[in-house]
């Protein structure tokens, strides 16, 4: 079986680091790693693939910036060449980014069968690109696989057959649990950070960069000015995002010397800072999965979430983007942390199941591709 595996942005990287891993425990599986440079800054995403332990890709795309129409016009017809030279029998397409869409037309304009991981995840919110990109790559996938229950029940609703929708948990869980394993056998002094953590505890972790969220000057300032309270209480370590950081110039936006900006810091940098914090506050959907599987408070700064499991038994709690609600959230912590729990399925063995049954999927494709036909 050969399998053309996908990433585009940090968030991918993560998400297919365990499934590749496990893909090389049987002689049968051939993975080949597509990254599509929609995560354009290539050292940086070198140093992510390092950190997760990630061979370098089969093929780099190098889709660059651009609208979403043109980065992923350019994804399309760069992997159209790849599918058509490599003729895999599969393309795992991970997570909502452009990628994730563009990847998946083409491999199934092409005959190609398409499997989603992260299916069926919804914030019914059509302002998100990301949600048409979820919606739209499981219009035409063929195997479902899907992180908790209410994909499931998205899907079904959407009309799809029930026998290719598959709850394997959470892949994201799988590489978190890898990474804390490594973590613990590392010399973590080395890192830019440790010495601050030595001396601020206790903190807060925060990250932000969704356009929604920093892209409007009234918007971000209402934020900021949340974050700038919560700081009363302690030091907040922000990691900037390149995005953020135009953002914060262009719009002179102030915090309060509390909060430290960090630039930018891979992934098990990043864990060994927020697994420790007193709380998280974010607007990553990732984080809000991560915070829930180690029991870490978090605030997620957005109007909605496309992960409702890490607010229904997790440690998540939607604040929205206004300043009042932001601080309503954050002082509602002790509360939602008296009855948290972390989802079914969340342990760390996910990539597994998936590679077990898209196994099964490809035999059964087989064995109908060759039966004679009925007259």
């Known amino acids: 079986m050969k399998v053309l595996l996908v990433a585009g942005a940090r968030p991918n990287f993560m998400k297919i680091a365990p499934i590749f891993r496990e893909s090389t425990k049987s002689g049968k599986i051939e ?15 070198q140093s992510f693939f390092a950190d997760l332990e990630l061979p370098a890709p089969d093929y780099f795309l190098d889709a660059g910036s651009g609208s979403h129409a043109v980065q992923t016009a350019k994804i399309m017809t760069a992997f159209e060449e790849v599918c058509i030279f490599e003729k895999p029998d599969w393309v795992l397409v ?22 989603h991981v992260e299916a069926g995840l919804r914030s019914f ?27 499931t029940e998205n899907l079904i609703c959407e009309g799809k057959p029930a026998e290719r929708i598959h709850f394997v948990g959470n892949v994201m869980i799988d590489n978190l649990f890898h990474q804390l394993e490594i973590l613990s056998r590392e010399n973590v002094e080395r890192y830019s950070v ?3 953590k030595c001396e601020k505890k206790p903190y807060i972790f925060l990250t932000l960069h969704r356009p929604s969220n920093v892209d409007n000057r009234a918007v971000f300032q209402g934020i900021a000015s949340a974050l700038n309270e919560v700081a009363l209480d302690g030091t907040i370590f922000f990691p900037v995002h390149p995005r953020t950081k135009n ?25 060994f800072l927020w697994k420790d914090a007193e709380a998280v506050l974010t607007d990553s959907g990732g984080l809000q999965e991560e915070t829930t599987a ?12 496309e992960r409702p ?3 229904s038994l997790g440690t998540n709690i939607l604040a929205g983007t206004k300043k009042d609600s932001i601080l309503d959230a954050y002082r509602s912590i002790p509360d939602k942390m008296k009855k948290c729990s972390v989802p079914p399925m969340w342990d ?28």
């Open 31 to 45: 993975c080949k790693i597509i990254h599509t440079g929609q995560h354009y800054d290539y050292a940086m995403s």
């Open 94 to 115: 991970v997570g909502d980014v452009n990628s994730t869409l563009a990847c998946s037309i083409v491999a199934k304009k092409l005959m190609v069968q398409v499997a």
């Open 125 to 151: 919110d059509m302002a998100m690109p990301e949600e048409i990109n979820r919606m739209v790559t499981d219009c035409i996938t063929d195997c479902f696989f899907v992180t908790e229950e209410s994909g």
């Open 194 to 196: 440790y010495k601050m």
């Open 247 to 271: 953002m914060i110039e262009n719009f002179d936006i102030s915090f309060s010397e509390n909060i430290v900006l960090l630039p930018p810091l891979g992934f098990r940098e990043s864990l």
């Open 294 to 305: 180690l029991g870490v408070p978090c605030v997620t700064i957005r109007e909605n979430t």
């Open 309 to 311: 499991v890490t607010v």
């Open 348 to 375: 760390g063995l996910s990539a597994g199941r998936i590679w077990k049954i898209l196994d099964q999927e490809n035999k059964a494709i087989s064995t109908k591709a060759q039966k004679p036909n009925d007259k």
